[in-house]
Nanobody
Framework: QVQVVEPGGGLVQPGGSLRLSCAAS?????SYWIARYRQAPGHQRER??????????YYTAYVKGRFTISRVNDKNTVYLPMTSLKVEETAVYYC???????????WGQGTQVPVPS
């Protein structure tokens, strides 16, 4: 069973920055598509960013230019620095790890990111 750990959450003021991490207990994170999702109170979970096995990245339009997803293979970790955070981005942020060879996916437990008004 793949374990997904998501350190890095916490309270951040509007306009501030925070870096989320996602570490997976796999032999090589480069064999997985890894995405960050978030779920705000009263809203559906939405995908925020994703990095493929070839390091191709995707961002939802709302975060383009402010969030950057990257992967460090020797640490089996994906990072998501977030800048210029807004109150409406208060959410639980989740990491989703998808095996490229099987499409089986795994979720982390989520980490809270409150951006108070």
């Amino acid at each position: 069973q793949v374990q997904v750990v998501e350190p890095g959450g916490g309270l951040v003021q509007p306009g501030g920055s925070l870096r989320l991490s996602c570490a997976a207990s796999v032999s090589s994170v480069s064999s997985y598509w890894i995405a960050r999702y978030r779920q705000a109170p009263g809203h559906q979970r939405e995908r925020v960013a994703r990095i493929s096995t070839s390091r191709t990245t995707y961002y939802t339009a709302y975060v383009k230019g402010r969030f950057t997803i990257s992967r460090v293979n020797d640490k089996n970790t994906v990072y998501l620095p977030m800048t210029s955070l807004k109150v409406e981005e208060t959410a639980v942020y989740y990491c989703n790890v998808v095996a490229a060879y099987s499409s089986r996916d795994y979720w982390g437990q989520g980490t809270q990111v409150p951006v108070p008004s």
